[in-house]
């Protein structure tokens, strides 16, 4: 079993940054892909970003492309969300996840893929 924790959520103002982190426990995830969705009040739970088992490749969301990014450090079973001039559109709950890589990478951008969540951390941006 994998549990995942997110960190570094929080109020910040449009404009800002904001680094999310997840850590995994219960074993290595260095071979897992793993990602980030967000859900907003009222809507679906939508994908953010996915990366790699190796952190080579990433893969965004339209929305966020080009103001976020996502690397991981197998060392410390961690992975990392760097979100930079945020709008009130990116306040939600952001969720980790994880699983086992598949060489059909189309699957890491869809949230059945995936069998191990965080609880998620709030992110709100003000205007």
């Known amino acids: 079993q994998v549990q995942l924790e997110e960190s570094g959520g929080g109020l910040v103002q449009a404009g800002d940054s904001l680094r999310l982190s997840c850590i995994a426990s219960g074993r290595t995830v260095s071979t897992y892909a793993m990602s980030w969705f967000r859900q907003a009040p009222g809507k679906e739970r939508e994908f953010v970003a996915a990366?790699?088992?190796?952190?080579?490749?990433?893969w965004y969301a339209d929305s966020v492309k080009g103001r976020f990014t996502t690397s991981r450090d197998n060392a410390k079973n961690t992975v990392y969300l760097q979100m930079n001039s945020l709008t009130t559109e990116d306040t939600a709950v952001y969720y980790c996840?994880?699983?086992?890589?598949?060489?059909?990478?189309?699957?890491?951008?869809?949230?059945?893929?995936?069998?191990?969540w965080g609880q998620g951390t709030q992110v709100t941006v003000s205007s």
């Open positions: 996840t994880a699983e086992t890589a598949e060489y059909d990478h189309t699957l890491y951008i869809q949230k059945a893929y995936y069998g191990y």
């Open positions: 990366i790699s088992w190796s952190g080579y490749s990433t």
